[in-house]
T-cell receptor
Framework: DVKVTQSSRYLVKRTGEKVFLECVQD?????MFWYRQDPGLGLRLIYF???????EKGDIPEGYSVSREKKERFSLILESASTNQTSMYLC??????????FGPGTRLTVT | QKEVEQDPGPLSVPEGAIVSLNCTYS??????FMWYRQYSRKGPELLMY????GNKEDGRFTAQVDKSSKYISLFIRDSQPSDSATYLC?????????????FGSGTRLSIRP
């Protein structure tokens, strides 16, 4: 059973803080993803990685960076948090070509 | 224009009704068509997938793909309150080292007892 875990379910940060969201998977999947989900906008891809130390920009990478030092761990970094980054953040892995496994999500509030 | 368009709803139907959820898409290169279900405060989970055109049935759920019209549907028969969730259509191009999935914005469905 694939498991994708995220470090926090709820997080409150202040504007300007550097924020780290951690994601760990236990199924040896190559591909990992970070999305944000907002009402009316659906899932938007921030970054993805198809191998260790490899990363690709998604549709909305501005204000974010990622790190993948080990295959099982994919981190999302908000360099300087802003209120418009308040959102639900979802990490996922992929068994190509169609099965995506999601973590439970981190609801981030930036005040 | 978004690659995948989905009516956000919300959609509210009585228990036992047949539900029809739909998406349209613009890129004819999509090969795999999926439906994900997301319960409140959880991540989405794969419900069904279809390769290319045609129908696929799984219990009370039927997925249809019409590639000529670039239109996909999910039908739920004998809907139950436990089917209340957000349903996201999704598509992919196929196998590739840098695979990714394109999601619709999701339709929120509520089944009234």
């Amino acid at each position: 059973d694939v498991k994708v875990t995220q470090s926090s379910r709820y997080l409150v940060k202040r504007t300007g803080e550097k924020v780290f969201l951690e994601c760990v998977q236990d199924m040896d999947h190559e591909n990992m993803f970070w999305y944000r989900q907002d009402p009316g906008l659906g899932l938007r891809l921030i970054y993805f990685s198809y191998d260790v130390k490899m990363k690709e920009k998604g549709d909305i990478p501005e204000g974010y960076s990622v790190s993948r030092e080990k295959k099982e761990r994919f981190s999302l970094i908000l360099e300087s948090a802003s209120t418009n980054q308040t959102s639900m953040y979802l990490c996922a892995t992929l068994t190509p070509p169609y099965e995506q496994y999601f973590g439970p999500g981190t609801r981030l509030t930036v005040t | 224009q978004k690659e995948v368009e989905q009516d956000p709803g919300p959609l509210s139907v009585p228990e036992g009704a047949i539900v029809s959820l739909n998406c349209t898409y613009s890129n004819s290169a999509f090969q795999y068509f999926m439906w994900y279900r997301q319960y409140s405060r959880k991540g989405p989970e794969l419900l069904m997938y279809t390769y290319s055109s045609g129908n696929k049935e799984d219990g009370r759920f039927t997925a249809q793909v019409d590639k000529s019209s670039k239109y996909i549907s999910l039908f739920i028969r004998d809907s139950q309150p436990s089917d209340s969730a957000t349903y996201l259509c999704a598509m992919s191009f196929g196998y590739s080292s840098a695979s990714k999935i394109i999601f619709g914005s999701g339709t929120r469905l509520s089944i009234r007892p």
